[in-house]
Nanobody, 129 residues
Framework: QVQLVESGGGPVRSGGSLTLSCSVSGDIPDYYGAGWYRQAPGKEREAVSCISGSDGGTYYRESVKGRFTISRNNARNTVYLQMSDLKLEDTAIYYC??????????????????????WGQGTQVSVSL
């Protein structure tokens, strides 16, 4: 069974930076991608960014393009999300996923698909003025 442990969140001023980490344990096929989601208070969880398992391509939701960078270590057991120029609207609990069956853009924006529905505890990012 795959376990996900997110870390690196915290309070930050608008315009500041944070790097989130996700430690992944368990057996995961190499062809799975990885990604980050977030859930703001009172809102649905949304996809933020992903890295394709097939070619390593990276994808971002429009609102974070140019500010966030996703990466994964060679062992594929840690996923990172570097966040810069943070805005108030980035405040949310951030969750990672390591079992993405697809990661791409669609006509409706960033599209992620998962092999399971399990989640870690997430890490809180709070952006203030």
């Amino acid at each position: 069974q795959v376990q996900l442990v997110e870390s690196g969140g915290g309070p930050v001023r608008s315009g500041g930076s944070l790097t989130l980490s996700c430690s992944v344990s368990g057996d995961i096929p190499d062809y799975y991608g990885a990604g980050w989601y977030r859930q703001a208070p009172g809102k649905e969880r949304e996809a933020v960014s992903c890295i394709s398992g097939s070619d390593g391509g990276t994808y971002y939701r429009e609102s974070v393009k140019g500010r966030f960078t996703i990466s994964r270590n060679n062992a594929r057991n840690t996923v990172y999300l570097q966040m810069s120029d943070l805005k108030l609207e980035d405040t949310a609990i951030y969750y990672c996923a390591s079992d993405l069956t697809h990661c791409r853009y669609s006509d409706f924006g960033l599209l992620l698909g998962r092999a399971s529905s399990s989640w870690g505890q997430g890490t809180q990012v709070s952006v203030s003025l």
